[in-house]
């Protein structure tokens, strides 16, 4: 059996700021409670809303540990009631409400995906927040299927660069928008079949010339605001738009007409405030439909850079930038 210590190094800032609350702290290691399993933590993935909770803009759901994070892999080290003992050792990878910015973290076992001789315990801790938001939004809600064309915002980001890894393997045309020529021919060099300078083009006349006036079939838009009735121009009719996020705006002003007469389908979701059945679920789809071409290395995740642990305020500052393409990730190094 493993030693399981009292205390680990987190990071659980008491007050809203910019990066520098990002330090290192002490606090206890969690229990795994009945249907979890307790993990010892090797990379944790980085995302835009730890960015807005450190900021105190989006606070934790009720119940769930203060300290930020995500996602993260590891190496089980502790079951909780219902799990079997003989998942002990194996290592991990979870998407978790809370509490990844950790030595030590608990998750729900069925939240976790098995980490395959394929994948660096980086890129497993890469994969969880932008894979099971970007399967349940543009493959389930927008029902993206083979043959398909969808227009992804942020294709350099890291659920961009997770769409165009999920849509060349399920044989959809992927068109997403970026913010330079830079991150346009990055996003090309990573399977995008065409990228759009949003700075320098419109990208409703791009998408339009693209599909030869026909639109694409789904939306995926984490932009919001103004976008949004320009992302419905470039939906082909019966399209469908899925918003996951709203960093241009949380409002916007739609022509109902037009979302009757075309037959225009408007959804979204926030995956974070989801029960543990319903992510279950959804790990559970990913095992049997996506998992076998991670297991082949047909699927990897984009690293962008690597920090250690105690270098969270660089990671988080570099994603502030907006330089980066794919995932940031924290790598804690074992004693």
């Not at 071409?293 to 990897?300: D, N």
Request: proline residues 7%; aromatic residues 6%.
């Amino acid at each position: 059996m493993v030693a399981i210590p009292s205390t680990m190094n987190a990071i659980d800032p008491q007050e809203p700021g910019g990066p520098e609350v990002l330090r290192l702290v002490e606090r206890p290691v969690p229990t795994a409670a009945a249907g979890e399993v307790l993990v010892r933590v090797a990379a944790v993935g980085v995302n835009r809303p730890e960015v807005m909770q450190r900021k105190g803009m989006y606070p934790p759901p009720p119940g769930a540990s203060s300290i930020l994070g995500m996602e993260f892999s590891g190496t089980i080290v502790a079951v909780g009631e219902g799990v079997e003992a003989e998942q002990i050792g194996q290592p991990v990878c979870a998407l978790v409400t809370a509490g990844a910015y950790a030595e030590y973290a608990v998750a729900p076992f069925g939240q976790c995906l098995p980490v395959p001789n394929a994948l660096t315990m980086v890129e497993a801790a890469a994969m969880p927040e932008t894979l099971f938001t970007v399967w349940t939004n543009l493959f389930e809600r927008a029902y993206a299927t083979e043959g398909d064309t969808v227009l992804v915002h942020g294709g350099t980001s890291g659920i961009g660069t997770m769409a165009i890894a999920l849509c060349n393997l399920f044989d959809v045309c992927v068109i997403v928008t970026a913010g330079s020529d830079e991150k346009c021919a990055r996003a090309l060099d990573l399977g995008a079949d065409h990228a759009i300078n949003y700075k320098t083009e419109d990208f409703v006349a791009r998408v339009r010339a693209i599909t030869g006036g026909a639109g694409v079939q789904a939306v995926l838009d984490m932009v919001g605001g103004d976008y949004l009735p320009r992302n419905l121009q470039c939906l082909a009719d019966d399209g469908r738009h899925v918003s996951i996020a709203v960093q241009g705006g949380m409002t916007a002003t739609i022509p109902i007409f037009e979302i009757m007469r075309r037959r225009l389908t408007l959804t979204g979701s926030t995956l974070r405030p989801r029960d543990t059945q319903f992510k279950t679920l959804v790990a559970d789809e990913l095992a049997a439909t996506v998992w076998p071409h991670v297991e082949a290395g047909r699927l990897k995740p984009v690293v962008d850079k690597v920090f250690p642990f105690a270098a969270a305020a660089a990671a988080h500052e570099r994603m502030e930038a907006g330089d980066h393409v794919g995932k940031i990730v924290l790598e804690i190094v074992a004693a």
